[in-house]
Nanobody, 123 residues
Framework: DVQLQAFGGGLVQAGGSLRLSCAAS????????IGWFRQAPGKEREGVSC????????GYADSVKGRFTISSDNAKNTVYLQMNSLKSEDTAVYYC????????????????WGQGTQVTVSS
């Protein structure tokens, strides 16, 4: 079975850092793109960052560019999201998701989703 487990969320003060992890199993990791998404209360889910496990190319939403860094450890089937300079508007439930790495890198078409991890940034 395909499984994605996101963890690493928590409560942090504005300006602080957190690192989220997404552990994947049940599929050929190198053939998939992994995306991080978030959903804040009362808002639609939005794509935050994504990475191609095959070539390492990355993408970021404008709101997190320069603050967040996505990386992949293919040996561990794990994708990380390093979040620095956190702001109160980053508060949300963060999800990781996977899709076959056959499309242009982006935030559409994700088939598999993990449970969310809460990130709360206090101001």
């Amino acid at each position: 079975d395909v499984q994605l487990q996101a963890f690493g969320g928590g409560l942090v003060q504005a300006g602080g850092s957190l690192r989220l992890s997404c552990a994947a199993s049940g599929f050929t990791f190198d053939d998939y793109a992994i995306g991080w998404f978030r959903q804040a209360p009362g808002k639609e889910r939005e794509g935050v960052s994504c990475i191609s496990s095959s070539d390492g190319s990355t993408g970021y939403a404008d709101s997190v560019k320069g603050r967040f860094t996505i990386s992949s450890d293919n040996a561990k089937n794990t994708v990380y999201l390093q979040m620095n300079s956190l702001k109160s508007e980053d508060t949300a439930v963060y999800y990781c998701a996977a899709r076959p790495d056959i499309y242009d890198l982006g935030y559409a078409g994700y088939d598999y989703w993990g449970q969310g991890t809460q990130v709360t940034v206090s101001s």
